[in-house]
């Protein structure tokens, strides 16, 4: 099945910077792969997400990237602000979504101001 | 986005009883949903998949005589902990899939403390 390594754990920033969370996975029949901001004890949201017919996708501040060969995705933030705060989770999974997702383990990104 | 409703959001119960946790899909048709759990501070664990009107494929290691799935219709589909421990007690989330498929949208959670 597949693999989903996810890092780092912790990420703490100062406001204004940048933040760059990295995914790598196992399966190469993936081919969907989202994004995910939870905060605390409520459900994840889905801030973007890549198919891999694509390399980069962007959304104002947020983009990710995708490297098929190296099995590997990023999410970027720019310009973080206080609300950025939360814990992020990237998974990959069959782009028809028939087989559920893998999440990575997560990670707890931390504004400073 | 499409709206998927998990009920309860947060229950208590004592060990050895059996809790029903549901998961709607308010606007759409879910061909499959998902369940999932996370521990605290942990990542979300997918545990089973159930597609309407057939019989729900569980992840290795979860038990399926445990946690019983029922997916009966489109809309709805429930997940029952049965003789509940309280190392069964977690954050359950629902997502369900639409048709064609897309965007798995996830319910709001539940909370799940046996004592």
């Known amino acids: 099945g597949e693999n989903v390594e996810q890092h780092p754990s912790t990420l703490s920033v100062q406001e204004g910077d940048s933040a760059v969370i990295k995914c790598t996975y196992s399966?190469?029949?993936?081919?969907?792969f989202p994004w995910y901001k939870q905060e605390l004890g409520k459900r994840p949201q889905l801030i973007i997400d890549?198919?891999?017919?694509?390399g980069e996708k962007k959304d104002q501040r947020i983009a990710v990237t995708l490297n098929k060969t190296a099995k590997h995705f990023s999410l970027h933030i720019t310009e973080t602000q206080p609300e950025d705060s939360a814990v992020y989770f990237c998974?990959?999974?069959?782009?028809?979504?028939?087989?559920?997702?893998?999440f990575g383990k997560g990670t707890h990104l931390i504004i400073q101001p | 986005g499409a709206v998927v409703s998990q009920h309860p959001s947060r229950v208590i119960c004592k060990s050895g009883t059996s809790v029903k946790i549901e998961c709607r899909s308010l606007?759409?048709?879910?061909?499959?949903m998902f369940w999932y759990r996370q521990f605290p501070k942990q990542s979300l664990m997918l545990m089973a998949t159930s597609n309407e009107g057939s019989k729900a494929t569980y992840e290795q290691g979860v038990e399926k005589d445990k946690f019983l799935i029922n997916h009966a219709s489109l809309t709805l589909s429930t997940l029952t902990v049965t003789s509940a421990h309280p190392e069964d007690s977690s954050f359950y989330i629902c997502s369900a899939l639409g048709f064609p498929n897309t965007e798995a949208f996830f319910g709001q959670g539940t909370r799940l403390t046996v004592v």
């Open positions: 606007d759409f048709q879910a061909t499959t």
């Open positions: 890549i198919r891999s017919n694509v």
């Open positions: 399966d190469s029949a993936s081919n969907y």
């Open positions: 998974a990959a999974g069959d782009g028809g979504g028939a087989d559920g997702l893998t």
